[in-house]
């Protein structure tokens, strides 16, 4: 029963993370209606930075406000300079381009830091919090930083101006033009919230999974999963789907199929979510008349 | 000066021209109808004024030149557009929809006061403030477009077919608040409409458009003397 109760809340701990990356994909899958492949790789990039940053001397938390800082610039930078030109291409043209971004990324990184794996510290306490057996203090800690997130962000996008405005422009961009929204910036200013909030994902990890050029694959597909359950368009469903994912992974993993499978339950999650409900438990069912 | 000058205006949707030179102009103050049969060019002009359609030709507000302008710049100017079918922020809630009209305001307080004034002049709307806007009936989401462009506090209104979808009771008591509107902040109006004897009644200067082109103009009184519009518009 330990065991059993051990894993759900290990499982809530990286079900934050995913949550967090779910919800960058469906942050630019409302505006665009395309998923962004390179949302792993540019959080595994912001990783790099952070662990620069502090191997150059800095404080963790320096270091990790200035990689949120960083990383939102990059993302704003990545969909004026790259993304804009192709924005009204075909979407299969647009995903070859998300993909390049996700090679691009991975290889580069590599070619400055190296494919050999590091180490990426914690900013919570070796020893457990309040003497519990179930968790570690990381564990808690990253489920409270994701937490705060996601509150952060909720009253972002629901009680500022900025964050109507960005709901108004990836609902419908002509009306949103025509009370003087920026529709262009906003879906920048969206890239940036997404690489920002991938960055926290990536460095809340990174001390789990280990630091390497590819130790977003698997968080990107849990995450592709996640979103998915919820329902693609629906930030509170990827949310949900994260913890959710989270924790079927942990427990199916550690009790079930063996940790050697783990990523197998994130595909039949996906396959399965496609087959049977597309939508998701908390998205849209688009029904178009004709 | 004119408020607004428009000079030899053509637009096209793709390979078709839709607009073949309109010119007119506008006094600060006035409400000013487009009339036309269906297929005119009356929602492509309004649209053209917003840089919404690609155009060749001069545009002028108050002056500037706005032709090859963003949407946005044009919209800053204090120029408030109720498009064509109603333009709703459908999953925003009806307060939000309203919010968004002053999204270019600084002047957070009477932001407030203009909410306030709206919900007077629409009760409706403030018993739905906090419904998603997709669920208001028709004639509620029209009102609550004519209200967003309001809250932009607009020096001139491009309305296309405010009454649309409305009841006759509610099409003359949105025809009153937007005399009310012109008369008490003087904001200038140029009003495309199906409905042309309402139109005629609330407009001060009249344009005829026929298939992308003004074939007649004048004060409203003038036009309605014209036999054929009275025969083409006024069913008389």
Known sequence: ?290 | MALLEVLNLQAAYGQTKVLHGISFAMEEGSITTLLGANGAGKTTTLRALCGMVHTEGEMRFAGQRIDKRATEDIVRLGIAHVPDGRGTFVNLSTEENLRLGAYTRQDRDAVERDLERIYSYFPRLRERRTQQAGTLSGGEQQMLAVSRALMLRPKLMLLDEPSFGLAPLLVKELFGILRAVNEKEHVSMLLVEQNAAMALALADHAYIIETGRVVLSGSVDAIKQDDAVRRSYLGY
Do not use: C
């Open chain 1, 1 to 290: 029963m330990d065991q059993f109760i051990h894993q759900v809340l290990a499982g809530l701990a990286t079900g934050g993370i995913y949550a967090s990356v779910a919800l960058a994909l469906v942050m630019i899958y409302q505006a665009t209606h395309l998923v962004n492949f390179a949302q792993g790789e540019l959080a595994m990039f912001s990783t790099y930075i952070a662990w620069a940053l502090i191997n150059a001397g800095l404080p963790y938390w320096g270091a990790f406000f200035l990689t949120v800082g960083f990383s939102f610039v990059l993302g704003v930078v990545i969909e004026r300079v790259i993304i804009r030109p192709v924005e009204n291409f075909p979407a299969l043209a647009v995903v070859v381009v998300f993909i390049a971004l996700l090679v691009i990324l991975n290889s580069v990184t590599g070619w400055i830091y190296s494919f050999t794996i590091k180490s990426f510290p914690s900013p919570f306490p070796e020893q457990t919090l309040f003497g519990n057996k179930y968790m570690s203090s990381h564990e808690i800690g990253a489920i409270g930083v994701t937490l705060v997130l996601l509150l952060l962000l909720y009253a972002f996008f629901r009680y500022t101006p900025l964050g109507l405005a960005m709901r108004a422009a990836a609902q419908n961009p002509e009306s949103s033009r025509l009370v003087g929204i920026r529709v262009g910036w906003m879906l920048a200013l969206g890239w940036g919230l997404a690489a920002a909030i991938g960055s926290v994902a990536g460095m809340m990890v990174a001390p789990i999974v280990f630091l390497d050029p590819n130790m977003m694959g698997g968080v990107l597909l849990y995450a592709f999963a996640a979103a998915l359950l919820g329902g693609i368009d629906s930030p509170g469903g990827a949310v949900f789907g994260g913890f959710l994912v989270g924790v079927l992974e942990n427990v199916l993993g550690a009790f079930v199929i063996g940790n050697e499978l783990k990523l197998a339950v994130a595909l039949v999650l996906i396959i399965g979510v496609l087959t049977v409900r597309p939508s998701g438990f908390f998205g849209k069912v688009h029904v178009t008349r004709v």
